[in-house]
């Protein structure tokens, strides 16, 4: 897909890496570009820095994915690319709150749901669109101490093949994004307790990271890989489930202190 001309929202557009796309589409020549977070101040402050509008909400909550795609559809124009990007950090282990797993499911896979629910009808009576679902490398390789966000990441990319599989017939173009570490508030503090076993490979930025996006939205790419090593580490993980599982395990041990 071009961006170039394309009526596009993100969400999470109120930071890191949604706020990155939204700049790197803008220079892309996007026709306009729409920030939705659930952080009123976050989508203000991107629309100030940016120029583009922006909207409030929740999109763990139906109601207001359907709200603020009527309301684009119906002052802006019809949505050619849905970037569900907005996510969150919660639920560290089997022994979190219910509370914590049912934020990571909603704001990871239900929000990537309800967006497909209420675009996909519409893409296809007009001929096609596309979303990017904004997953992560802990959606193929699992997250040391990070329960909640590893299972719901898989889910997110398990969501995205689905509907590969289901609508690329029907002009329905869908791409996930799993990148490993990215220098953005949700890593902040992973970065500084250096707990965060993606750090290992280094810090993207998120200027880089939205170049790259673009590169892979140009030629109809499925799998957004940000850093080269995570394909190798799915190939091993591919060769040899066992082993890759006794390798986690002992960088778990490695990045905890247990033994
Ligand atoms: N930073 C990384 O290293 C990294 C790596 C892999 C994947 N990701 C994913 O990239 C995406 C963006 O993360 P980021 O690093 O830019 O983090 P971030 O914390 O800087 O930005 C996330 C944004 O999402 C918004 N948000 C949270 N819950 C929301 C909700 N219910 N409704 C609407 N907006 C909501 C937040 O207010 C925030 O502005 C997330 O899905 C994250 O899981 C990040």
Redesign the pocket.
């Known amino acids: 897909m071009q961006i170039g001309d394309k009526i596009i929202v993100v ?2 557009g ?5 706020k990155a796309l939204i700049e790197r589409f803008q220079r892309e020549g996007a026709s306009v570009v729409v920030a ?4 009123a101040d ?1 989508a203000s402050a991107t629309a100030a820095q940016l120029g583009c509008p922006a909207m409030v ?4 909550n139906e109601a207001d994915v359907v709200r603020i795609i009527d309301e684009i559809e119906n002052t802006i124009g019809p949505i050619d690319l849905f970037c569900s ?5 919660a639920g560290a282990s089997e022994q979190s709150a219910n509370e914590e797993w049912e934020l990571s499911w ?3 896979v239900m ?1 990537h749901v309800y967006a497909a629910r209420h675009m996909i009808p519409r893409m296809i009576s007009r001929g096609g669109g596309h979303l990017l679902n ?5 959606g193929l390789l699992n997250q040391i101490g990070g329960a909640a966000y590893g299972v719901s ?1 898989h889910a997110a990319v398990g969501f995205a093949e689905w509907i590969a599989m289901t609508y690329a017939h029907r002009g329905i173009g869908v791409s996930v994004l ?5 220098r ?4 902040a503090d992973a970065e500084q307790a250096g707990t965060m076993a ?1 750090t290992g490979d280094g810090m993207m930025e ?1 200027e880089q990271l939205a170049d790259i996006v673009v590169e892979h939205l140009q030629r109809d790419a499925f799998l957004i890989l940000t850093h080269e090593e995570v394909h190798t580490y799915m190939q091993r993980k591919a060769s040899d489930y066992d082993r890759w599982i006794g390798g986690m395990n002992r960088l778990h041990q490695r990045l905890t202190g247990e033994s």
């Open positions: 969400t999470g109120g930071s890191g890496i949604g939705v977070d659930v952080n976050a909400a929740d999109v763990s990007n907005a996510g969150v950090i909603g704001v990871n929000a904004t997953a992560s490398a802990a990441k799993c990148p490993q570490a990215v953005t508030a949700m890593t993606a998120p």
